[in-house]
């Protein structure tokens, strides 16, 4: 009788999971998990450093599979996206380490984004929206913020990127083409800021991190192009989609927002003349 009730449970929270997304997102990430899975198949990696280009390719799935699950939860506003990102950010830098190089990408992600996850997992969990605690509230940037927050990229793009080509690595997936390996040193620091930049706009619940993201998309598509890693561009189309996508969402939460506000504040007046 307790099995019964513990599968039926089971089976319970599974469907309550599977209708939590809507029909667009569902064939999204589909769409996306398949188009992965041929990829894969079409372009199999080859071995690298003595690791198995079967063990490289998992960790591709898994990374792809982890960070669409974790992009359709942003988009949802759910702070269930931080665990998951968790999942993402472990895999990414055995990725860094068994293919020797974005260095940059693997300290951020070790050192910024692991701690950032848990923080804004804890800093969403108090703000949640006051008619669906599933949603956290957003909010968009001002003016000086965003020149800011450029001129940081700025710096630390030249900076690092210098940094980075000083760095010799005998064995790797670009050791071969020196040119190229410094390019993608510069490219790298640059996806690592503006990704530094798109977490603590998602830590503080701004409505820019989806253009960090777009920006950092384009970084990606490039290293991966020029790194010949063809699997990881479904990922990459992937958030070009969803991160159109999650964009048009939360900008019409705020709006919403801000309407509910001036509303709230217009009955306020009317109520306070009519007494």
């Known amino acids: 009788m307790e099995e019964t009730i513990e599968k039926k449970t089971f089976l319970t929270k599974l469907k309550n999971l599977w209708n939590y997304f809507s029909t667009y997102e569902k064939i999204w990430f589909i769409s996306i998990a398949v188009l992965a899975v041929v990829l894969a198949i079409i372009f199999p990696e080859e071995d690298v450093g003595g690791v198995n280009g ?83 509230v957003v909010r968009k940037l001002t003016g000086w913020q965003e020149v800011l927050v450029i001129l940081g990229i700025i710096v630390w793009t030249i900076g690092v990127g210098y940094l980075l ?53 384009l970084l990606e598509t490039a290293i991966n192009i020029i790194a010949g890693q063809w699997i990881l561009l479904s990922l990459k189309a992937g958030y070009f989609t969803n991160t159109t996508y999650g964009y048009i969402k939360w900008t019409k939460y705020i709006k919403d927002k801000q309407q509910e506000t001036i509303q709230a504040e217009h009955n306020k007046q009317l109520s306070a003349e009519t007494a």
């Open 165 to 217: 080509t000083l760095i010799d690595v005998e064995y790797g997936i670009l050791a071969d083409n020196p040119v190229l390996e410094n390019v993608v040193c510069y490219l790298d620091a640059c996806a690592s800021v503006v990704g530094i930049a798109n977490g603590l706009f998602i830590l503080f619940r701004f409505r820019e991190q989806w253009i960090a993201w777009y920006i950092e998309a």
């Open 54 to 136: 079967w063990i490289i390719l998992t960790l591709y799935l898994v990374d792809i599979l982890a960070n669409i699950l974790c992009e359709l939860l942003i988009s949802k506003q759910s702070k269930w996206n931080f665990i998951v990102s968790l999942v993402v950010e472990v895999t990414e830098i055995a990725i860094c380490i068994v293919c020797a190089y974005r260095f940059a990408t693997m300290a951020t992600t070790l050192f910024f984004w692991i701690p950032v996850d848990i923080i804004s997992f804890i800093n969403w969990n108090r703000h949640k929206d006051n008619n669906d605690d599933k949603l956290t």
